[in-house]
């Protein structure tokens, strides 16, 4: 899983737990470079199909890197953070068991 690391850790928190779940760790980088150490850490690790990127907050060449690494790469985001939050939920419901889920809008 890759998150910016920039100002608020909101894309991060919300795939967390799908994250300690999975036992999958989060790579935090800038919004508009991969930083090297998590290119590097891709890069050894041959076991990792698929990218998963939170948020909206990265951008396009640094999903073109993440591309070039060979790997698959999707990004979980949406219009808001409580959108991104269900998306992401979306994403992962059949690998869990999901009894409740609630939003409160403020």
């Known amino acids: 899983i890759v998150a910016s690391g920039e100002n608020e850790p909101v894309d991060a ?3 967390s737990a799908i994250s300690g ?12 470079s991969l930083v090297p150490s ?3 850490y891709i890069k050894s690790n041959k076991n990792i ?6 948020g909206g907050l990265i951008t396009k060449n640094v999903i073109s890197e993440l591309e070039s690494l060979g790997r698959g790469v999707e990004v979980i985001s ?5 959108i991104t939050n269900a998306n992401v939920l979306n994403k ?7 009894i409740c889920i ?5």
């Open 13 to 15: 928190a919300m795939i």
């Open 21 to 32: 779940a999975k036992n999958m760790p989060i790579l935090y980088t800038k919004k508009d």
């Open 38 to 40: 998590v290119k590097d």
């Open 49 to 54: 199909n698929t990218i998963y990127v939170s």
């Open 78 to 82: 949406g219009k808001d953070r409580y």
């Open 92 to 98: 992962f419901q059949n690998k869990f068991k999901i």
């Open 102 to 106: 609630f939003l409160k809008y403020l």
